[in-house]
C-alpha cells in the first residue's frame, strides 16, 4: 500500500496540516516517526509513531519502513538519500522534490559546508518558511498524490493548489458561470456550473 512517512522532528507544523488534509480526503496513509510524543488529529490515515532517544534513530526507523512508491517528507539529506535508494521518494517541507541527481549534489554541497564550519567559518542556516514555500510544497504533493491514484488505478482527486475563492459565482464570456469547489488540500479552484448558456442562475452563490 503507498503511503506517506515524514521525518516529524523537523517537520513544520503548518506542512504536517497540509500532509493531515491530505491524508484524510485522499484516504492515503501519513506516518509520523519521532523520538518524541506527537498530538496527531484523530483519523484512521493518520498515526505516530515514537522511537527511542538517539542520533539517527528515527531516520533509521523511516528508512526500515518506507517502501518503493512511498512518498517521504524530510529535509535531511543523508535520509533522503537513503529513501531513494529504495526507490521511495523524497520531498522536503519547502517543496524541494528530490532526484538521483539532485541528492548527489546534495549531499556534495551538506559534506562542503560541514567543512567550512568545521573551519570555523560561519555559514547560517536556512530562511524561515514562507507562504510561497507551503504552496510549493502543497503543489508537490499535490503531484505526487495524482501520481500514487493513477499507480492504484483510482481516478485522481486532486487539481491545483489555490487560495479560497469568494463563495459566489462568476459570469464567463460565453455565458456560463464559474463556482468554488473545495479543493483536497483545503484551499478551493472553480468547475464549471451546469446552468444552460443565457439562463439565470438560481444557485446560492450567484449575486
Known amino acids: 500500500m503507498i503511503k506517506i512517512g515524514g521525518d516529524a522532528d523537523a517537520c513544520p507544523k503548518v506542512i504536517k496540516e497540509v500532509m493531515f488534509r491530505a491524508a484524510d480526503r485522499t484516504a492515503i496513509t501519513v506516518t509520523l516517526v519521532a523520538n518524541q510524543p506527537l498530538r496527531t488529529p484523530p483519523s484512521k490515515y493518520i498515526r505516530s509513531l515514537q522511537v527511542a532517544a ?57 559534506d562542503f559546508m560541514d567543512t567550512l564550519r568545521a573551519s570555523g567559518i560561519q555559514t547560517g542556516g536556512p530562511n524561515a518558511l514562507n507562504q510561497r514555500d507551503r504552496q510549493q510544497f502543497a503543489n ?9 491514484k493513477r499507480a492504484q488505478g483510482l ?42 448558456r443565457n439562463s439565470s442562475c438560481s444557485s446560492r452563490f450567484a449575486r
Not at 508537490?140 to 500514487?148: F, S, T, V
Request: a positive charge.
Open 155 to 196: 481516478r485522481p482527486a486532486l487539481l491545483r493548489f489555490r487560495s479560497a475563492p469568494p463563495r459566489r459565482r462568476y459570469k464567463s464570456a460565453h455565458g456560463r458561470c464559474w463556482r468554488p469547489s473545495r479543493h483536497p488540500l483545503g484551499s478551493a479552484t472553480y468547475s464549471v456550473c451546469s446552468t444552460p
Open 140 to 148: 508537490e504533493l499535490d503531484k505526487w498524490l495524482l501520481q500514487a
Open 54 to 110: 538517539g542520533f539517527d534513530v528515527a531516520d533509521n526507523e523511516i528508512v526500515r519502513r518506507c517502501e518503493a512508491g512511498d512518498l517521504v517528507i524530510t529535509a535531511d539529506i543523508p535520509l533522503a538519500a537513503e529513501v531513494i535508494e529504495k526507490g521511495a521518494v523524497a520531498l522536503n517541507p519547502r517543496g524541494e522534490r528530490y532526484t538521483p541527481d539532485t541528492i548527489r549534489e546534495r549531499l556534495n554541497m551538506r
